[in-house]
């Protein structure tokens, strides 16, 4: 025996688990979200988590936290090319409608599911790996799509039950009118060096508009007297921005226009937004999202406008329990206990003859004694314990014992009628429940 003492295995920092409990939540948010997008006519999309890193490079922007400092990137030792961990989705998937022509025939409304992975330093709501919901629609220029992606996300709040979710919403322009602003704003805080920090030193001339987007407060009297890019804005880019808006009003959507929302990736024009919650904390951004016209020419593709946003599932999970959602129902069906070897051959049959039924079941295995077994079967939420034993097995029998329900007693039943005996007594509980 070796007496080395080995260092205990731990998951990566910033990295959770699900466990079992917090992962019934998820389903049902999932669930809710798969639902919705169907009603929004959206299709499901799945591309690979590793991507070419310049790929990023080139979607997100050189001069991005995300890609100066957040990814996760590695040498594929077998042949040398450089790969990141996708540390968000819109890239790969636009990355995957070019190179499947996906958008030749007609616009495209797609979303996915997944990981994205980010080396940001963690702390609640904000973590290293982390999943999000995103979705984009591909080859759409009116402002009209933009609104409906604003008006979804209101509904789901709604759908998920949740409250107090805040729209912001403001307009990015056109390259060139962003890049007559970036220049006036260049020459605005030149004159103001001695007030920025070194990081919007840093930025002052490769990417001004980040300092907006600066928290520093020494720093707040000097962003609020900038420049503004609306004042910089062409009547397009305005009639675009107006009507976004009078689609939100025409629906009763409350939403603050803040001009300093920039977003930190740079593939955006026009319309952004984000939908932000003060119940998490500081990482209060819950979903997020905007135009994002030039990206497919950029990436390679014949040029069509698009727009998206993505949604981070662990910080909405976390408002849908505090605000006290069910998860969903933990329990099965039936527990099927047995003793015996033709008692355990029986069981496989009838776990398996019920869940041709529908019923969902729980075979016990590992043995034990009947008395251990019916703890299992008590602590596993059945609504109801098959018991299989040899004078079961004998007469062709199971016992059907209810679980939950403390007037009903143990009885007998022919194994050809135990899934109509499970399935009338979940039905008649069912419309108990619901008198
Ligand atoms: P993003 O703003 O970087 O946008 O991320 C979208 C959402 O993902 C955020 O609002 C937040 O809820 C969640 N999120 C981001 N980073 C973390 C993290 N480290 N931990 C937990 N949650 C996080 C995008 O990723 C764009 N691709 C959105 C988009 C799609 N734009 C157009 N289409």
Redesign the pocket.
Known sequence: MSNTIQAKLQGIRGMPDVLPGEAEFWELFEEAVRSWLKSYGYRPIRMPIVEPTPLFKRAIGEVTD?VEKEMYSFVDSLNGELLTLR?????GCVRAVIQHNLIAQQPQRLYYIGQ?F?H?RPQK????Q???V???ALGFSGPDIDAEMILMGARLWDDLGLEGIKLQLNTLGQPEERARHRAELIAYFEQHQDVLDEDAKRRLHTNPLRILDSKNPAMQPIILGAPKLIDFLGEASLEHFNAVQQVLRDAGLPFEINPRLV???D??NLTVF??VTDRLGA?G??????R?DGLIGQLGGKPAPA??????????VSLIRDAGGEPLPAGTDVYVVHQGEAAARMAFRVAEGLRDNGVDVVLHCGGGSFKSQMKKADSSGAMFAVIIGDDEVAAGEVSLKPMRDEGDEQKRVKIDDLADAIMNTMLDCDEEEEA
Do not use: D
């Open positions: 995300i540390p968000e989705g819109t890239a994205m980010r940001e709501g904000r973590y290293r982390f999943h999000q995103g979705v984009e977003r930190g990736l593939y955006y984000e939908w990482q951004t819950v979903c997020a999202g905007g994002y727009c998206g946003f993505a949604m981070g599932v662990e910080r909405l």
